[in-house]
């Protein structure tokens, strides 16, 4: 995550709460969590399902690791959904100023989304979203956009295919998938 991405994120937050969009509006009348002029962010991470992930996760990280205002708190879910809405409740109860996170799956999140709008948090998702019937709870997505993603996939081999006249019989297709119930899997 870039030094830009994150200022962007904490902007959008800042302008959030102080605006009162989300329940809560400025927490512990209008100090961050950790004190005049730091952020504390909560940012749950799926697990270490690939090598991309695992970068993904260090570049969240080192985005925060320079810059003394602000203090990263990191929770990996191990793959496990629960333990990610475990994490979020934690960041909730501790009063962080953002939680960022990476949906394992997209459905199960309405509840815990809602109880930090509720508190005035909050969320960016990052990579992965939410269902779509949730997606009111959170306040962004810094991620893909995967149906159009297979969109274009699909197009460029239907083009290649044409291409290479080899559209007007049988093709073998190798699909492969990641996480079932995910944004990109979905």
Not at 33 to 38: F, T
Not at 95 to 121: D, H, M, R, S
Not at 173 to 184: F, N, Y
Request: some cysteine; overall charge negative; proline content about 3%.
């Amino acid at each position: 995550m870039s030094r830009w991405a994150k200022g962007l994120i904490l902007v959008v937050a800042m302008l959030s709460c102080s605006l009162g969009l989300f329940a809560g509006g400025k927490q512990e009348g209008g100090a961050m969590a950790g004190g005049e002029g730091h952020w504390t962010v909560g940012f749950s991470q799926i697990g270490t399902e690939s090598e991309w992930r695992t970068a993904n996760t260090v570049s969240v990280q080192n985005a925060f690791l320079d810059d003394p205002s602000f203090t990263l708190i990191y929770a990996e879910a191990q793959q496990r959904q629960e333990n990610q809405i475990k994490a979020i409740r934690t960041f909730i109860q501790r009063k962080v100023n953002v939680i960022l996170f990476t949906a394992l799956v997209e459905t199960g999140y309405g509840p815990v989304l809602q109880e930090a709008k509720n508190a005035g948090i909050p969320v960016v998702m990052i990579d992965r979203d939410v269902a779509k019937e949730d997606q009111h709870l959170r306040l962004t997505i810094m991620g893909s956009d995967f149906t159009e993603e297979g969109r274009k996939t699909a197009n460029w081999l239907g083009d290649y295919l044409k291409a290479n006249n080899m559209d007007g019989g049988p093709v073998n297709i190798v699909e492969l998938q990641g996480t079932v119930g995910s944004a990109p899997a979905i």
